[in-house]
């Protein structure tokens, strides 16, 4: 009879936490903040025509609202959303490798936030290319299939998109323990960081050269002053100096509309902390227009560079690599934070020109027959954008993505008399 009573009090206690629990969650559901603002308006437009857009996308098919055919089968869902997204998503990667293993804890502040926006990316970007699979159901084959195509790069950029997001999950939990108060999640998630960042750093390496080496299966589709065996690794650089960029972009529009949420010590150290960014992206830079120059001289296509194609080719080199090389530079001696904002703006555009170009402009460049999205690819894309936006602003405004981590306390000696007492003291 006893051990009965004692079964049906657990009973109670758990369902009375499951109750409190659900109303925890649908109090955090509720919005903050005025809701009439220019951008809760906006984007909000964006996202309802957005899910209409996309329900008639997977109820009439792709035919219906994309411009894509058998000899353009990527549009810019892939060349913007996947190629461009993913690689704005490399400062997690980035920054999670000066902090945890360069030990740089200058960026320490930053460094949940930033997988915080990479975890996002990867989520809605990866989830954007069901929106341009004509069988989005076949999605799961490199998870569950019957055979798995260990040769298919499409196999190996899968798999680590999965595991990566995985990872990158395990890194910002203990945010997510510390907003439920649960102290002992906290503590077991915290131990699997090391490992789940150098786990997921390599991911990083691998599938952000992936995606470039995915263009090496189309040698004759690709003009040649884009196309070379270096992509690949083109593809990981631009990829540090992109999100190196993107977390400048983003430290500089947080700083302001979550103003209140920041600790003190990014407060205090965030002028000096972009700047650091920026002698990484400068850096990155470099070594990016050195491999430009080693594919330009060892392709021999210099005589491409006269031609409508290698005008445009120079536009992205010099006015979007080398160019911010100096504008960086300039900032760093001047110590000027608002230049090294704009520099950073200068090179995402600069990516997003790249992967473009790879992708789509210089794709079948050749062709007489030319794609161009539909308004409606375009809508959606900006959906996408707007959707992550909004997420990541309910994360920012009920999770403690800015302030310290809470520290395990350190115990005091302090000597009375001839006793010593132990006190337990903040570290």
């Not at 809760?40 to 957005?50: E, F, L, P």
């Not at 960029?245 to 965030?270: P, Q």
């Not at 911010?324 to 090179?347: D, M, N």
């Amino acid at each position: 009879m006893k051990r009965k009573n004692n079964d049906t009090g657990r009973a109670r206690n758990a369902l009375h936490a499951v109750r409190e629990f659900a109303r925890f969650l649908a109090s955090e559901m509720k919005p903050k903040g005025k809701i009439g603002t220019p951008f809760n308006v906006i984007t909000g437009t964006i996202i309802v025509v957005g899910i209409a857009l996309i329900a008639i996308r997977f109820y009439l098919g792709l035919g219906a609202v994309t411009n894509l055919s058998q000899d353009y089968p990527w549009g810019i869902l892939k060349g913007f959303n996947l190629f461009v997204g993913v690689a704005f998503a490399g400062g997690a990667y980035v920054l999670t490798f000066v902090v945890y293993i360069m030990k740089l804890k200058k960026y320490e502040p930053i460094v949940r936030v930033t997988v915080l926006n990479g975890f996002l990316a990867y989520v809605f970007y990866a989830g954007a290319l069901l929106l341009e699979l004509g069988r989005p159901w076949n999605v799961v084959n490199p998870i569950i299939g019957n055979s798995f195509g260990f040769s298919s790069v499409l196999f190996l950029i899968a798999w680590h998109f999965l595991l990566y997001i995985i990872c990158e999950f395990i890194e910002f939990s203990p945010a997510v323990a510390e907003w439920l108060n649960w102290e002992k999640a906290r503590r077991v998630v915290e131990k699997m960081t090391m490992v789940t960042v150098i786990f997921g750093i390599t991911l990083s390496t691998l599938h952000q050269s992936g995606l470039g080496a995915l263009f090496l299966l189309a040698p004759a589709k690709i003009h040649p002053l884009w196309y070379s065996h270096y992509i690949p690794v083109l593809f990981f650089v631009s990829s540090i100096f992109a999100g190196l960029s993107m977390v400048i972009i983003e430290s500089t529009f947080t700083h302001k509309v979550f103003h209140d949420k920041i600790g003190n010590t990014l407060r205090a150290s965030h002028d000096d902390i972009l700047l650091g960014l920026a002698k990484g992206c400068i850096g990155a830079l470099f070594a990016y227009l050195f491999l430009k120059v080693i594919e330009l001289v060892h392709g021999g296509h210099w005589d491409l560079l006269a031609t409508p194609m290698g005008y445009w080719y120079l536009v992205e080199v010099v006015g979007f690599v080398v160019l911010p090389i100096f504008l960086f530079g300039a900032a760093i001696r001047r110590r000027s934070v608002r230049l090294v904002q704009f520099t950073s703006f200068f090179t995402a555009l600069g990516v997003i020109l790249n992967r473009l170009n790879v992708s789509l402009i210089a794709f079948q460049w050749y062709s007489s027959v030319r794609y161009y999205p539909s308004w409606i690819e375009i809508w959606m894309s900006i959906a996408v954008i707007s959707m992550q936006l909004w997420v990541f602003r309910w994360v920012v405004n009920r999770m403690p993505v800015f302030t310290e981590p809470p520290q395990a306390p350190k115990e005091e000696i302090i000597p009375i008399g001839e006793v010593v007492v132990w006190k337990a003291t903040a570290s």
